[in-house]
């Protein structure tokens, strides 16, 4: 059974710092991997989006990278901003089913 | 489209009560649907997986049940809810480029 562990499960930083949040996860046959950001008490939006083939991806000020041999992903952000404050989740796609990590709570101080 | 939408928004029911979430969803026909469940301080948690009408895979054993009696309409239920119950449904839908969308979440409190 797949299982996806974010580190950390917490971060604070200044405004304006890069930073980075990280992803394992255990089966590394996967289709896909998403970062997504969830807002208190809503849903879920998805960011980026990686496919297994794929090493990366980017958005903006987000980059997402992917090394499936290890199991492994990030997501960096750059130059963060308070309206960055958010959670952030991974989730890992195989089969059917869509696995998710806890989560790393950002919060950026302005 | 990829809209998705749950009801209801906010939900308090006592310990032994039923319980019945609906998502209904637009965009493709037949499309693959999750009901999660994501706990106070905790991740989401995988409950239903639906690949068609009358196609559920259960994932945790427990109280709760799903069903999909229509193409794009996807129910939770339970006849009797714990305490344990309690969270932040969340139906979600993956578009045909592997993109998972979700709907806003039901908040439900078993009191």
């Known amino acids: 059974k797949q299982e996806v562990t974010q580190i950390p499960a917490a971060l604070s930083v200044p405004e304006g710092e890069n930073l980075v949040l990280n992803c394992s996860f255990t089966?590394?046959?996967?289709?896909?991997l998403q970062w997504f950001r969830q807002d208190p008490g809503k849903g879920l939006t998805s960011l980026l989006l990686i496919q297994s083939s794929q090493r990366e991806q980017t958005s903006g000020r987000l980059n997402a990278s992917l090394d499936k041999s290890s199991g492994r992903s990030t997501l960096y952000i750059a130059a963060s901003q308070p309206g960055d404050s958010a959670t952030y989740l991974c989730a890992v796609e195989g089969g059917n089913d869509m696995r998710f990590g806890a989560g790393t709570r950002l919060t950026v101080k302005p | 489209s990829q809209t998705i939408h749950q009801w209801p928004a906010t939900l308090v029911q006592p310990v032994g009560s039923p319980l019945s979430l609906e998502c209904t969803v637009e965009g493709t026909s037949n499309p693959n649907l999750y009901w999660y469940r994501q706990a106070a301080g905790r991740g989401l948690q995988l409950l239903f997986y639906?690949?068609?009408?009358?196609?559920i895979s259960s994932e945790v054993p427990q109280n709760l049940s799903a069903s999909r009696p229509q193409d794009r309409q996807f129910i939770l239920s339970s006849k009797k809810l714990l305490l344990s119950d309690s969270g932040f449904y969340l139906c979600?839908?993956?578009?045909?480029?592997?993109?998972?969308?979700f709907g806003p979440g039901t908040r439900l409190t078993v009191t």
């Open positions: 639906s690949v068609g009408i009358g196609q």
């Open positions: 089966d590394s046959a996967i289709y896909n």
């Open positions: 979600a839908k993956p578009t045909n480029k592997r993109r998972c969308y």
